[in-house]
């Protein structure tokens, strides 16, 4: 299993947490979503099929896109 910490600048509310934890929850292989609204913070463990990339993509669609490292 991997774990991916991700940095989310869009995320500022309980709803943004809902909105991370639901449509990252649904991808593939995705076992847990974490998402901490006061650090704007995501950890995401997955497994394949899931990937790092997928996932980061998921989330630019969704309107979080991670804030680059």
Same mark, same amino acid.
Do not use: F, Q, W
């Given at each position: 299993? %991997? /774990?991916?910490?991700?940095?989310?600048?869009?995320? &500022? #509310?309980?709803? #943004?947490?809902? !909105?991370?934890?639901? +449509?990252?929850?649904?991808? %593939?292989?995705? @076992? !847990? @979503?974490?998402? &901490?609204? +006061?650090?704007?913070? =995501? @950890?995401?463990? $997955?497994?394949?099929? =899931? &990937?790092? %990339?997928?996932?980061? /993509?998921?989330?630019? +669609?969704?309107? $979080?896109?991670?804030? %680059?490292?």
């Amino acid at each position: 299993m %991997d /774990t991916l910490n991700l940095t989310l600048p869009a995320v &500022t #509310c309980g709803h #943004c947490k809902m !909105s991370v934890e639901r +449509e990252v929850g649904a991808v %593939d292989g995705v @076992v !847990s @979503v974490v998402v &901490t609204v +006061e650090n704007k913070r =995501a @950890v995401i463990e $997955y497994a394949g099929p =899931a &990937t790092n %990339d997928g996932i980061e /993509t998921v989330l630019t +669609e969704i309107g $979080y896109p991670p804030k %680059d490292a």
